[in-house]
């Protein structure tokens, strides 16, 4: 326990304190629940080894999400570079003429005249679920943080540390592979 | 000079964006001119928007609201050890 601000750290209160709230922060952003639990665990040991740094200027929670909002751009990082980056089957011809237009085997199809009614269809959850289980992880995570929890553009870029531009090129190619799936899987089957 | 023409796959980024409310005016436009020569991304955008309301309807949360006991235990004896050390 050091003062200079006016916080304090008490790292014995830590895990009751903080471990749901941290728990309930990387989740939203992972999505998985066992690397959330090894990030939480991760932070609480990096603030344990530099609490000398602690300057009581902000309060114990806000220091633990610093360190843990490291951890989890760190986390972004190596998914990226791990496999997220080749295994995406593209939908367009990446060089040569036609650069940019659609390949021919992934030209979307038409879904036909029940396509609304199979929209209704319960079993449709189901498809969708199985066909975000395939993108690779690191489309999901962003795809997941934009779509269903409704993170602004901006605090994505700010939060996994990467460019507007990089982003919606993750949204557009999960959002085409997910069309995709969806087709094969449950319009045009 | 303003370049019009735009690839499908530009195209379709423009869609995606404009799923969220993220294209621009200039943006929107390009695409409008895009689908007069192109009847597969005009296809793309008009199931992109039924994506869109699959996405909302379909997309659930997992409850993810605690750790379990063990868990919290789990970490807490690592961290002792951890402690102990220091």
Not at chain 1, 121 to 140: H, R
Not at chain 1, 142 to 156: A, G, N, P, Y
Not at chain 1, 160 to 169: Q, T
Not at chain 2, 30 to 40: G, S, T
Request: glycine letters at 4%; charged letters at 30%; aromatic letters at 10%.
């Amino acid at each position: 326990m050091r003062k200079k601000g006016k916080h304090t750290l008490h790292p014995d209160k830590w895990i009751d304190l903080y471990a749901d709230y941290l728990y309930n922060y990387t989740m939203a952003r992972v999505s998985k629940p066992e690397v959330s639990k090894d990030l939480v665990q991760e932070t609480f040991f990096a603030g344990l080894k530099s609490m000398k740094s602690f300057e009581g200027k902000a309060s114990e929670r806000t220091w633990l999400v610093a360190i843990l909002k490291r951890k989890i751009i760190d986390y972004y990082r190596k998914i990226n570079s791990n496999k997220g980056r080749a295994e995406v089957r593209m939908n367009f011809y990446s060089d040569g003429d036609n650069q940019g237009d659609w390949l021919e085997e992934r030209v979307p199809q038409t879904w036909g005249s029940d396509a609304d009614k199979k929209m209704e269809n319960e079993e449709l959850g189901g498809v969708l679920n199985d066909c975000i289980e395939k993108l690779p992880e690191k489309y999901a995570m962003v795809f997941k943080m934009k779509t269903l929890r409704d993170f602004s553009t901006e605090q994505i870029c700010k939060e996994l540390s990467i460019s507007s531009s990089n982003l919606w090129v993750i949204v557009h190619r999960a959002r085409t592979q997910l069309r995709r799936c969806m087709e094969d899987n449950w319009f045009v089957k | 000079m303003f370049k019009f023409k735009i690839t499908c796959d530009q195209a379709t980024t423009i869609c995606d964006k404009s799923q969220y409310r993220k294209a621009t005016l200039l943006e929107i436009l390009r695409l409008r001119i895009h689908f007069i020569n192109c009847k597969i991304c005009a296809l793309y955008t008009k199931q992109n928007n039924r994506m869109s309301r699959i996405f909302k309807k379909n997309m659930r949360e997992d409850a993810f609201c605690s750790m379990t006991k063990e868990e919290k235990e789990a970490i807490h004896t690592a961290f002792q050890k951890k402690t102990s050390m220091n």
